[in-house]
C-alpha cells in the first residue's frame, strides 16, 4: 500500500490515509489501498473496532480532480467507461465499509469534502476535532455528488442533505455537534483518543452481537442505502463527461472562477 498505513493497538486498529501532500485526494490507488486496508483487517481476530483518519491537515479533500480532468480528456468512448470504473470502485469501497464486520469510526481532523465526507459517513461513527469540516461541493463544479448524498440523508436526514448538496454549505464542527452528527468537537490532538474511547464502549459488547447489530442498521434500518449508493454511482459517472463538469473541474486545477456557459 502506497498512501495507506495500518496500526494496531490491542483490539484496535488505525486506518490511517497517508497522503497529505495531496490532501488525501481519493486517486484510484489510495482507493484501492483503503480496500485492501479493510480486507485485511477483515480478517485480523484481535481486531475489534477500526478508526479511519487522515494524516496532515485534512481528513480528505474527496476524488482526485487531475484524475478526472485526464479521463474526460480522452475520446469520450473510452472516457465514459473509465468515469463509471472509478466511481464503481468508490462505491465499492463504500459497500466494503458498511459491510465491514466489526465498528468504524471516523475520525475527522480538518476537512472531509465530498467523496472524502462519503468515506467518513460510511463510518459507523464519526468524531471530529475542533477544525474538522463536512462539505459536499460537487454542484460548484459541475459534478453531483451522488453516493455521498445518499450518505448524508441516511445518517442525517433528507433536509441536512438537500441543504449541504444544493449550496455547497460547510458544517463546521460546532454546527455538526449542534444537528447531532457527532460527539462534542476534541482538540486535533485529541482526536485519536475520543475515537479510541468510543472503539472500545464498542468492544465490550460480545462480537456476535456487534457484528449482528450492524447488520441490523445498515441492511435493515437502511434498506435501500446500497441501491441508492448505487444510482448515485451512476448520476455522478454520468455527470463528469458534461462540459459543466469539465469547466468545474478546470477552473479549480486553474485556481480561478469557473465560467458557466
Known amino acids: 500500500m502506497q498512501h495507506v498505513e495500518i496500526k494496531i493497538h490491542g ?12 490532501h488525501n485526494t481519493l486517486s484510484p490507488t489510495l482507493i484501492e489501498d483503503l480496500r485492501t486496508a479493510f480486507s485485511d483487517l477483515h480478517q485480523e481476530k484481535r481486531v475489534r473496532a477500526v478508526i479511519l483518519t487522515g494524516g496532515g491537515e485534512h481528513f480528505s479533500s474527496g476524488i482526485d480532480l487531475s484524475v478526472l480532468s485526464a479521463i474526460s480528456a480522452m475520446a469520450v468512448d473510452e472516457s465514459q467507461g473509465e468515469l463509471f470504473k472509478l466511481w464503481q470502485r468508490y462505491a465499492e469501497l463504500l459497500e466494503q465499509i458498511l459491510r465491514f464486520p466489526k465498528p468504524v469510526i471516523a475520525a475527522v481532523d480538518g476537512a ?11 463510518a459507523d461513527l464519526l468524531v471530529l476535532s475542533e477544525r474538522g469540516a463536512l462539505s459536499a461541493e460537487a454542484t460548484r463544479r459541475g459534478l453531483v ?51 479510541s474511547e468510543l472503539a472500545a464502549a464498542c468492544a465490550e459488547a460480545p462480537r456476535e452481537a456487534v457484528q449482528a447489530t450492524k447488520r441490523l442498521l445498515n441492511e435493515c434500518v437502511g434498506e435501500m442505502l446500497l441501491s ?34
Open 11 to 22: 483490539a484496535v486498529a488505525t486506518v490511517l490515509m497517508d497522503h497529505p501532500s495531496r
Open 112 to 122: 472531509a469534502i465530498g467523496a472524502g465526507l462519503g468515506i467518513a459517513l460510511a
Open 145 to 195: 455528488s451522488g453516493a455521498t448524498g445518499a450518505l448524508i440523508s441516511f445518517r442525517f436526514g433528507a433536509a441536512t442533505a438537500a441543504r449541504m448538496l444544493l449550496t455547497g454549505q460547510v458544517i463546521d464542527a460546532d454546527e455538526a455537534y449542534r444537528l447531532g452528527m457527532c460527539p462534542k468537537p476534541v482538540p486535533s490532538a485529541q482526536i485519536w483518543v475520543a475515537a
Open 228 to 261: 441508492q449508493i448505487a444510482a448515485g454511482t451512476a448520476y455522478s459517472a454520468a455527470a463528469c463527461s458534461t462540459e459543466s463538469a469539465k469547466e468545474g473541474v478546470a477552473a479549480f486545477l486553474e485556481k480561478r472562477d469557473p465560467e458557466w456557459r
